[in-house]
Nanobody, 120 residues
Framework: QVQLAESGGGWVQTGGSLRLSCAAS?????????MGWFRQAPGKERESVAS????????HYADFAKGRFTISRDLASNTAYLQMYNLRPDDTAVYYC????????????WGQGTQVTVSS
């Protein structure tokens, strides 16, 4: 079973940058895993930010993330990252790391979330 641990959230001014980390551990291999980042702002539903296929590194981004956010993964450390540039106040949310099998649509393994706050 894969376990996910998030870190890297914090408080940043408009235009700043943050790098979120998602450390994965457990006895399963990651060959067929999709790793995703989600966020949930106050009063809004959770939305997808980006995803990456663990082995092939195929990526997908939400429209709001294109050109500003980069998802990546490091094999040696079993860690996924979300690098965020040019942050805006509407990026303020709790950011979650999640994982699923590549043939499934539902993410069934989730991290605890990390708060990102962008001041205007």
């Amino acid at each position: 079973q894969v376990q996910l641990a998030e870190s890297g959230g914090g408080w940043v001014q408009t235009g700043g940058s943050l790098r979120l980390s998602c450390a994965a551990s457990g006895g399963r291999t990651f060959s067929d895993v999709v790793m995703g980042w989600f966020r949930q702002a106050p009063g809004k539903e959770r939305e997808s930010v980006a995803s990456i296929l663990w082995n092939a590194q195929t990526t997908h981004y939400a429209d709001f993330a294109k050109g500003r956010f980069t998802i990546s993964r490091d094999l040696a450390s079993n860690t996924a990252y979300l690098q965020m540039y040019n942050l805006r106040p509407d990026d303020t949310a709790v950011y979650y790391c999640a994982a699923r099998h590549r043939l499934q649509t539902e993410y069934n393994i989730w991290g605890q979330g990390t708060q990102v706050t962008v001041s205007s």
